[in-house]
């Protein structure tokens, strides 16, 4: 009992010099530090017997199957925060992949946001293919994203068109005259 007292006395006085000297920090980590030592020492040896092996085998099986129940985050693939789509949306048509390519799927979005649904695949549909890569839905933060590169090229841009101008004006997918652009009518 004794030894207990002198152990944690000293163990005061180590962290109240390495506060002085180090600074908070430097006490935390020496507490830290003793504290996983101390733990690894206190862990009890346990005497294997059949009533022990039972114990461990149910508790492997347990594991076992939470583990097997449990998605690795690296295949979920939908959004953390689903969000239920309206179906009169603006959006509604190129909301969803579908079986399109990646890069069939951003030219269908760019086209309706600029109101050319039969425009090539060109410089912006390419930019955009990157925000979409991994999606199967859009969701507004991505749309949000979608819309900077045709607002750039077809409103910002002073050598744009006024046919280009209102064209994206019109299909009324994004707010190019706020900064940065907004997907509207989502």
């Not at 969803?96 to 086209?111: A, C, L």
């Amino acid at each position: 009992m004794l030894d207990k007292k002198i152990i944690i006395i000293i163990v005061v006085v180590i962290c109240v010099i390495s506060t002085l000297l180090l600074g908070i920090g430097g006490s935390i980590l020496l507490f830290t530090n003793n504290s996983s030592q101390s733990t690894e020492k206190k862990k009890p040896d346990i005497k294997e017997d059949s009533t022990n092996k039972k114990e461990d085998s149910t508790n492997k099986k347990e594991d076992s199957t939470n583990k097997k129940s449990e998605k690795p985050l690296s295949t979920i693939s939908e959004p953390l925060n689903p969000v239920v789509q309206p179906t009169n949306s603006k959006w509604a048509s190129v909301l969803n992949k579908g079986t399109d390519t990646v890069t069939e799927w951003s030219r269908k979005i760019y086209g309706k946001i600029v109101d050319s649904p039969n425009i090539g695949v060109d410089g912006g549909v390419t930019h955009n293919e990157g925000f979409i890569r991994d999606l199967s839905t859009l969701d507004k933060v991505t749309a949000d994203k979608l819309c900077q590169n045709p607002c750039y090229w077809y409103d910002y841009r002073a050598d744009s068109t006024p046919e280009k101008r209102a064209a994206i004006n019109n299909s009324g997918l994004c707010d190019c005259k706020v900064e940065p652009n907004k997907a509207i009518n989502f």
